[in-house]
């Protein structure tokens, strides 16, 4: 009832809201005051009366109703503001008590309670129900209890102090009076009240007043349940407290007794603390878990059994009860009944746990050694495995989860396999398969091929494995390497077809060494199932042709097979290899020896280890250093204390030995931690170790931070001088002491810690532990400072603490201020009996000095010698003479003030007066006379300044100048000197340093006048003095360097002085290395004083190993960088051997690469650099080992980058460079014998890159060779003379071997054309080579440098050979000889001769054939020279001016001469001299466009290109040329942006020949880049150019119309369309296709256009299709109208026909020009219907035969008069009517034969047509004309027996007579019934 209350409030608030508006916007205007007071009256008398329902009918009231009034209440408290006479309290007024008496009425208990206190005043009122007489009497009184709730308080307090007294009436009435629920009331103080007393008083009354509910009388059992046992425990301890502690002393406890009262006591009410208990309330919120948690500290073990597990881990875990817990655990996995703990489970310590997170890890650690694991754990494998990683990993021994299996039903090998393979740890994963022995038989996901595909390595690992278990099984050996092969060639399934394919032939070869059966087994059943092709096998094999012969053996002439030589047999030959006592577990090996081992070895076989392994102990110490301090205990205890005699020494000298490791490597905390255990396991004392590697540390730290650069050295000495220490040397130690005290002094500044306090005390206890450790004298260092501190209580501490001793303690006690030093002699009589008195020192010198002074003596003398100086002429000279005389620097400034005086003078007076005597006399001893007399001037001034400043009195200087000279420019910058020396406020001294400049700058610009008091050059040279000696003053580099940056950044500029830039520079460089800047410099600073500072700070970096600052240095001194570089690579050589990399040939590859890149990053000289490599070159050949090769390749490799150095000097010194290619070539030959074998060399040298996939120290030779070179390439290598001859002497140091390597590499160099480098290497080595003899005539022969009869005899005996071959052939006949010459020509030129009939040249040609065909190496560079011979001829020039030209010039002559054949000589010259395609495809791209644009040079306008199809062929020949067309199409787009502005006509045929270019080879990126490049021609030149003619050639010469419609487009629009229907234009007739296609599609009404293309191109079927489309619409036009509307205009209808017809006829003869015949038919049928529709309407025939639709056909048909009609009409429309109805209609019914006459002679006429119209007869009531018409049609009838059945069913007897009595037809008619 109360919520629809409340719902209706709430519906009714808007109503309200919108009231309170109107009432108060009315109220505002005077004419609606009475409408708007109405209106409040109403609106208030409907509130108070709901208010007043609410509270009479309600008893109490609920939530709902307590919203309601307060809705209520609120509209009230708005709506009383607007009625009349309401008090509105302005904001300034303050409320105050009314004190006057008749604004309240008069209390009668007034009296009575005036004598009362506020309480009982209260409780009078309450009791006697006087509430309002009391409120009104404290009104009166201006008590705060006039206020309700005051009141009310007073008076529950009084309730509370009468349940105190236990007089539960007095509450009961107090409650009832004030208008409260008493049993409600009672209720709440119960559950309220913190006294036990009271509460259970309370609870005693509500029970037996039944008010209690059954779960709070529960909750209330609880309670006291709870407080009985806790007060229990509670005096138990107390009754074991009270006992005495036997350990502890008695005590006075009284003075504790007054704060122990004071908070026992409680504030308010005296109630003792102990007597408060649990609260109701509490426990009212108590679930059982709660309760139970709360009984369960107080509960024996016993009764923990009967516990809810989860409530006693929650309990045990919030108090991390670790022990309680771990027994439980204990327990739990005991399974024992007589256990006191309940049943654990895994979900509860899941859940239920509470304690940190730490201690968790504790407790599942725990679990997890015993195999328990909670469920979350068992869900995440990865949390599982971190688990098992804390408990002892996953390899243990029993399994540590062996129950394991996952959600998707895998067990934990399964899933470990996974997990590995998704994060790639394959090493970890061999580990584990090896541990638990897994393999494809006990664990079926090893064989899984998805995961085999999907991780190739994973099946390269099973394979492997499998191998290792049965190392006998060449199968499996079979099946790695084809796993390993998957890992190489990831992109296919691994065979050895795919790896034959992928040119990994030597893998497939040993692949198929482990295969059943060999090559043989693999080439006829494949690996696996596949067949490999022998044909791939034989392709493959090219490069090693011995061993595909043996493998593939060919057939002899004879047919028979040659001697089976296997693999072993080649083998053989190897001398690493031995197949008679290697292979012998593969069965094709024949040669093994019986007795060899038939498994396949391995490193694991026992012979091989026992012969050959190194087997290496561990001692303790390898444990040691690997942190294993249990291990390193074991082996020592094993394998040394077990088997000495004298333990004690070998622990003693373990002991030793751990100590000395930890030393070595104290900076690593757990081989140190490690140590101290074992001491500790040997039963030693670790104290020491402790505190020496505690010391080290500390140590290392204070000098790595105070140079960190260097730490790696800093800890390398000091791990020596531990070493030492270790070894008992009392040197080392004291010097570490040394560093020690200052390292903690250093730490306790770096932390921010008070020397002389508790916390510096104890770290000072390193210092004073290693002392008394070490045996050395205790530091001192701490005690001196507490007495400078004068902390006299950390100074005896500290000295009793480490018993000082007293003659050590006493002298320090000077320290201390005077009364602390008599105080602590006192304090340390005790320990000295004879102290040495202070009695000197410098108490006497104070009592001297006081006694010196005499009071009064200046003063008078100073009043004496101001007076007298009045009298003297000028008296400010008397006053500085006196100045001067008695040393009072007063009198000067004094003298200073009167008139005329010399303010220099005054101030060299000041300046000596405040000196002190021996300062004094230095400036004064240059003074002839006396110094009171002297007159002091600037030269004066000069000395003094510089003699203060010499001597640093800097304040006496800026003082005076303050006093005297306060405006001067040098007082800033004596300033700036204090700034920087005294107070390193360098941004401060910049701003003096610039006001100086600035000041004097002002000063200079001053116009002439009366002279300076100090001239601008004095000030300048003073200032400079000043700012010199600032330099040479700095105490530290720090600053130097920052003074140097102060001068430099304001431009400071010393006289004779130093580069400020230039040394602030190097400051800056050196401010982070120990190097310092010698101060000499700055003294005497030139240029080339300066680079010899630079040098000498540049040896010093580069020993200290700083080189990148060297470098930084040497840039500055513009020196060179070489050394610098040169010792930083010499280092990085030294740190890789040191770390053991040198060794690994990868390594020094990638090295002398980088080497050679960084120095030509520094740029650093030729000859350096040259030399280095020679230098280290020689290294290597020194410690070269004979038959290594990569050693020798290396020394190849150094040689050949010095002389690649050498060659970049300018001039190149060309004995030197030929002296190292020597060296080079030495290397080379020894190289090539030791590779045994040239066509295995050849292979290893052309193919190690591409091979073995890595750069190798050969291929980097030969990038940077420099046998290419223009020096060494010298014409006088391509003379015969000096040419070795045959019977010349080889060097001593080649062998024959040598010799025939040497042999190979000069025929290697002969065929790659290195002519000049083959003959400088012949001559090198003084060795013949007829190759290099022929090669080198052929070139003589050709130049004719020399003649013929200086020939060599060898040379002389080949031509001669030829010439009789000649003579031979002339006599024998021509014909021979010309097939001769053919076959000659040929071999040299391919089938291109340049020269063309006999003479001298002939006879040189055949000259040069002959020598040819004896070569047997170099024979292209014949034919080139040949080639060449024959060019020369053809050009007319000298064979040595076309010899001399490159290859690209030529070309390009030959390219230029016009020739009909130039594409076939330049492809033999292209052939011939072997051009690369890029240079090819550049010269091609280049000669194309200087012929496109020769036509076009010089003229006005451009020259449309004749015949532009034969030259884009000729241009396409050119551009075959080059094999790779896609390159030359690249080439012409490129050479577009060449083209001069204005020639389109060239820019479109590069295009258009460019475009041809990439369709041949369909490279669809170049043709897209012609298109793009075609449109933007077109729209952005050639249409605005109105280049229409262009725009076509454009369009037929790419010919793809279809992504060129935009072309289309623009000749539409510009009205050149007709351009395109050219004859001739379009010979491969695809452009009429793209015209019509275009049309149709883009331009579908144009029918003229699609006419006239037809008509141009002479396409008849596409005219017979528009003239039939023309047709057809004069049709529909017809159509359009009703046939009616169409008769009443004959004429137009007619016109229309005949418009049609024509149309048709001309559509049939252009389709019948093209063999169209059905089209044809069509249309001839319809010209012979629209011609009978004109013949019926020429009739006045109105039948309508044109556009009828399908329906309508039959009854057209039928209405026409003529056969001949209705078969037009059936044609055209391709229609068969039932000609029977027909027939039936016009004959039987109208008697029109002549129309079955017509139909007869068409030859239609058939038997069944009459068995048709008889039915149709017979279906349908005929007359009697009809019937005679029925039998005149049978009379048509042929066939006699149909028409004797027609006759005889139609009852015609007379017919059926005549026809069986005719002779000629009964016979036969009586045969046909009869059967």
């Not at 209520?72 to 509105?88: A, C, D, E, G, V």
């Not at 103080?189 to 008010?211: A, G, M, P, Q, W």
């Not at 000298?1438 to 490159?1446: C, G, K, L, R, V």
């Not at 329906?1751 to 029977?1780: G, H, N, T």
Request: with cysteine.
């Amino acid at each position: 009832m109360s919520e629809f209350y409340l719902k209706s409030m709430e519906e009714l608030t808007p109503a309200l809201d919108l009231l309170c508006m109107a009432i108060r916007e009315n109220d505002l205007e005077a004419q609606s005051k009475h409408f708007s007071e109405q209106l409040l009256n109403l609106t208030l008398s409907f509130l108070n009366k709901q208010l007043r329902e609410i509270c009479i009918h309600r008893e109490e009231l609920d939530e709902n109703l307590d919203r309601c009034v307060d809705i209520l209440t609120s509209y009230i408290n708005k709506l009383r503001m607007f009625m009349i006479k309401f008090p509105h309290k302005p904001s300034s007024v303050i409320s105050f008590t009314c004190y006057l008496e008749e604004d309240v009425p008069c209390v009668e208990q007034s009296q009575k309670w005036e004598k009362f206190n506020t309480e009982q005043t209260v409780a009078e009122a309450i009791l006697n129900n006087k509430l309002p007489e009391a409120q009104t009497f404290f009104r009166m009184a201006g008590n705060p209890a006039q206020n309700l709730k005051v009141l009310t308080q007073i008076g529950l307090d009084l309730v509370y102090k009468s349940l105190l007294k236990d007089d539960v009436k007095e509450a009961s009435k107090l409650l009832r009076n004030m208008g409260f629920n008493v049993m409600e009331q009672l209720r709440k103080i119960c559950f309220y009240v913190t006294d036990h007393r009271v509460r259970d008083f309370l609870v005693n009354i509500l029970k037996e007043e039944n008010y209690f509910s059954e779960a709070e009388k529960e909750m209330i059992e609880f309670v006291h349940k709870v407080e009985n046992v806790y007060a229990r425990n509670f005096q138990e301890k107390e009754k074991t407290t009270a006992q005495p502690s036997s350990w502890r002393k008695e005590q006075d406890l009284s003075i504790h007794i007054p704060v122990l009262d004071s908070f026992l006591q409680c504030n308010k009410d005296g109630v003792n603390i102990a007597e408060y208990s649990i609260m109701l309330n509490w426990a009212q919120w108590w679930d059982q878990v709660t309760r139970e948690t709360i009984l369960l500290p107080m509960q024996s073990p016993e009764e923990r059994k009967s516990c809810d597990p989860e409530v006693l881990w929650m309990h045990l875990s919030s108090w991390h009860d670790y022990s309680s817990m771990s027994s439980w655990i204990a327990a739990s996995q005991q399974q024992d009944s007589s256990t006191n703990w309940p049943q654990l489970t895994t979900e509860t310590i899941e859940r239920r746990t509470l304690c940190s997170h730490y201690m968790q890890n504790e407790i599942l650690d725990n679990l997890a050694s015993n195999g328990i694991f909670v469920p979350v754990e068992l869900e995440d494998f990865e949390c599982l495995l971190q688990r098992l990683t804390l408990v002892g990993g996953v390899m243990q021994n029993p399994h540590p989860v062996p129950e394991y299996m996952s959600t998707s039903g895998l067990d934990f090998h399964a899933c470990f396999i996974l997990y590995c393979l998704e994060h790639g740890l394959d090493h970890l994963l061999y580990t584990y398969l090896d541990y638990y022995s897994l393999f494809p038989s006990n664990c079926p996901l090893l064989d899984d091929k998805a995961l085999h595909e999907a991780h190739p390595w994973f099946e390269f690992l099973v394979r492997c494995r499998a191998i290792a278990s049965n190392s006998g099984d060449a199968n499996k050996i079979f099946q790695a390497s084809l796993a390993n092969a998957q890992i190489l060639i990831p992109s296919n399934q691994a065979s050895v077809s795919t790896m034959l394919l992928e040119g990994r032939t030597l893998l497939a070869l040993a692949t198929t060494m482990y295969t059943p059966g060999g090559i043989d087994q693999v080439l006829q059943n494949g690996d696996g199932g596949e067949k490999v092709d022998a044909q791939l096998f034989r392709m493959a094999l090219a490069p090693y042709p011995k061993l595909r012969a043996a493998l593939f053996p060919q057939y002899t002439s004879h047919g028979t097979l040659p001697s089976d030589i296997s693999l072993y047999h080649l083998v053989q030959a190897l001398v690493p290899f031995d197949p008679t006592k290697l292979f012998g577990w593969q069965s094709a090996n024949t040669l093994v020896i019986p007795d060899t081992c038939s498994d396949l070895p391995h490193f694991s076989s026992a012979p091989f280890v026992n012969k050959y392994a190194v087997v290496e102990r561990l001692d303790f110490s390898y444990f040691l250093r690997h942190e294993r301090p249990s291990f390193a205990f074991g082996t020592f205890l094993v394998q040394q204390l077990a088997k000495s005699k004298t333990p004690k020494q070998l622990i003693q000298q373990a002991g030793n030995d751990a100590y000395s490791l930890a030393l070595s490597f104290f900076y690593v905390p757990s081989v140190a931690s490690a140590c101290a255990c074992f001491l500790e396991l040997l039963g030693l004392d670790s104290l020491k170790l402790r505190v020496d590697v505690k010391a080290a540390n500390v140590i290392l730290s204070f000098m790595s931070r105070r140079e960190e650069p260097q730490h790696n050295s800093i800890r390398q000495s000091l791990v020596e001088k531990l070493t030492q220490l270790a070894e008992g040397e009392k040197t080392a130690a004291e010097e570490l002491l040394v560093c020690l005290e200052e390292a903690v002094w250093d730490k306790m500044e770096h932390q921010e810690i008070s020397k002389t306090s508790s916390e510096a005390r104890k770290q000072w206890s390193l210092v004073a532990q290693f002392c008394r450790l070490h045996g050395l004298k205790l530091s001192m260092s701490y005690l001196k400072v507490c007495a400078r501190s004068s902390e006299w209580l950390q100074f005896l501490i500290e000295a009793q603490r480490y018993n000082y001793q007293p003659s050590e303690v006493v002298p320090i006690l000077q320290e201390f201020p005077p009364p602390l030093q008599d105080h602590l002699r006192l304090a340390l009589e005790s320990l000295q009996s004879s102290v040495t008195p202070l009695e000197d020192g410098q108490g006497g010198n104070s009592h001297r000095l006081r006694h010196e002074q005499k009071p009064g003596t200046h003063t008078s003398d100073l009043f004496r010698i101001l007076l007298w100086c009045q009298e003297q002429p000028r008296p400010w000279h008397y006053l500085l003479g006196e100045a001067v005389k008695h040393q009072a620097p007063i009198l000067s400034v004094l003298a200073a003030c009167f008139q005329d005086t010399s303010i220099i003078h005054c101030l060299c007076v000041w300046l000596i007066t405040s000196l002190d005597s021996s300062t004094t006399a230095q400036v004064t001893d240059h003074l002839e006379g006396s110094a009171e007399t002297h007159e002091w001037d600037l030269q004066d001034l000069a000395a003094l300044w510089q003699t203060l400043l010499q001597k640093q009195k800097i304040q006496t200087l800026l003082r005076g100048f303050q006093f005297f000279l306060k405006d001067s420019p040098l007082l800033m910058i004596l300033e700036l000197y204090e700034l920087c020396m005294d107070y390193r406020n360098y941004s401060e001294a910049q701003s003096r340093l610039l006001a100086f400049q600035a000041s004097i700058s002002r000063l200079q610009a001053l116009p002439e006048g009366p002279p300076l008091l100090l001239p601008v050059p004095w000030l300048v040279s003073q200032a400079s003095f000043l700012l010199e000696l600032m330099l040479q003053q700095c105490r530290t580099q720090y600053e130097l360097g920052k003074v140097l940056q102060l001068f430099a950044d304001t431009d400071t500029v010393l006289p004779h002085g130093p580069d400020m830039k230039k040394l602030s520079a190097l400051s800056f460089t050196l401010k982070d290395s120990p190097v310092s800047i010698d101060c000499a410099i700055l003294s005497s600073y030139t240029p080339e004083n300066f680079q010899k500072e630079c040098r000498r700070i540049l040896e010093e970096l580069q020993d200290q190993s700083s080189f990148q600052i060297a470098r930084k240095v040497a840039e500055l001194a513009e020196l060179p960088v070489d050394n610098v570089v040169i010792q930083e690579v010499l280092q990085n050589i030294h740190l890789l051997q040191q770390i053991g990399h040198w060794p690994q040939k990868r390594t020094r590859i990638e090295f002398w690469e980088k080497c050679h890149e960084n120095y030509m990053r520094n740029a650093i000289s030729t000859q350096a650099a040259s030399n280095f490599f020679l230098a280290q070159a020689d290294l290597l050949s020194e410690s070269l080992d004979e038959g290594r090769t990569s050693g020798i390749s290396e020394r190849q490799l150094l040689l050949t980058l010095a002389g690649h150095w050498l060659a970049k000097s300018d001039p190149v010194p060309l004995q030197e460079l030929e002296g190292i290619e020597k060296e080079i070539w030495l290397c080379r030959i020894a190289q090539q014998a030791l590779n045994q074998g040239p066509e295995k060399s050849k292979h290893r040298f052309s193919h190690q890159i591409s091979m073995s996939g890595e750069v190798s120290f050969d291929s980097l030779a030969k990038e940077f060779s420099f046998s290419k070179l223009a020096a060494l390439n010298v014409p006088k290598y391509l003379q015969l003379e000096g040419l070795p001859s045959h019977n010349a002497s080889l060097q001593a140091t080649l062998s024959a071997a040598d010799v025939e390597s040497l042999s190979f590499l000069v025929g290697r160099l002969l065929d790659e054309g290195s002519i000049h480098e083959a003959s400088r290497v012949c001559r090198y080595f003084n060795f013949y080579s007829r190759d290099v003899l022929l090669v080198l005539h052929c070139r003589v022969l050709a130049s004719g440098e020399v003649l013929r009869s200086e020939f060599h005899p060898e040379v002389h005996a080949i031509l001669a050979a030829r010439d009789r071959e000649e003579a031979k052939d002339k006599n024998n006949g021509g014909g021979e000889d010309s097939s001769k010459k053919k076959s000659l020509s040929t071999s040299s030129l391919e089938s291109c001769s340049f020269v063309g009939g006999p003479g001298p040249e002939s006879e040189v040609v055949g000259s040069l054939q002959a020598l040819l065909a004896e070569c047997v190496h170099g024979r292209n560079y014949c034919r080139q020279v040949l080639c060449l011979f024959e060019l020369s001829k053809e050009l007319g020039c000298p064979f040595s001016e076309i010899s001399a030209h490159d290859s690209e010039k030529l070309l390009r002559v030959i390219l230029s001469s016009q020739q009909p054949d130039r594409c076939k000589k330049a492809q033999a010259f292209v052939t011939t001299q072997g051009m690369e395609l890029e240079t090819v495809a550049e010269i091609v791209a280049e000669e194309v466009t200087r012929e496109l644009l020769a036509p076009l040079q010089g003229k006005g306008k451009q020259k449309q290109i004749l015949n532009p199809a034969e030259e884009s062929q000729a241009f396409l020949q050119l551009a075959k040329l080059c094999q790779d067309h896609t390159l030359v199409g690249m080439k012409l787009l490129d050479k577009i942006s060449s083209v001069p502005h204005g020639e389109l006509a060239c820019t479109t045929e590069l295009l258009i020949l460019a475009h041809n270019c990439f369709s041949l080879t369909c490279h669809m990126e170049g043709i897209t880049r012609v298109l793009q490049a075609a449109r933007l021609l077109t729209e952005e030149h050639l249409a605005p150019n109105e280049e229409y003619g262009l725009v076509v050639r454009l369009l037929t010469g790419i010919g793809r119309y279809n992504e060129m419609t935009y072309i289309f487009d623009l000749l539409h629009e510009k009205h050149y369309f007709e351009v395109l229907m050219r004859k001739k234009l379009d010979p491969s007739g695809t452009l009429k296709t793209a015209l019509l296609d275009y049309i149709k599609r883009c331009r579908p009404g144009d029918s003229e256009k699609h006419n006239m293309i037809a008509l141009c191109f002479s396409m008849c079927r596409e005219i017979g299709e528009n003239h039939e489309a023309a047709a057809n619409t004069q049709l529909k036009l017809i159509e359009s109208q009703p046939w009616e509307e169409c008769l009443q205009d004959v004429p137009n209808l007619k016109k229309l026909l005949m418009k049609a017809l024509t149309l048709y006829i001309d559509a049939a003869e252009s389709y019948s020009k093209d063999f169209c015949v059905r089209q044809s038919l069509r249309c001839n049928r319809l010209t012979k219907l629209i011609t009978l529709q004109l013949h019926f309407l020429n009739s006045s025939h109105s039948t309508k035969l044109i556009n009828l639709s399908r329906k309508s056909l039959l009854e057209c048909i039928m209405s026409l008069p003529r056969f001949y009609q209705a078969a037009i009409v059936a044609e055209a429309y391709d229609f068969i009517p039932d000609w029977a109805e027909v027939l039936y209609q016009h004959v039987i019914l109208k008697g029109d034969f002549s129309y079955l006459e017509e139909y007869k002679q068409r030859g239609l006429l058939k038997t069944s047509t009459f068995e048709e119209i008889a039915r149709k007869f017979k279906q349908h009531t005929s007359n009697e004309s009809a019937l005679k018409n029925l039998k005149r049609l049978l009379t048509y009838c042929d066939d006699i027996y149909v028409y004797y059945k027609l006759a005889y069913d139609n009852q015609f007897n007379d017919v059926v007579n005549t026809l069986l009595k005719d002779a000629q037809t009964g016979c036969c008619l009586k045969d046909l019934l009869a059967n």
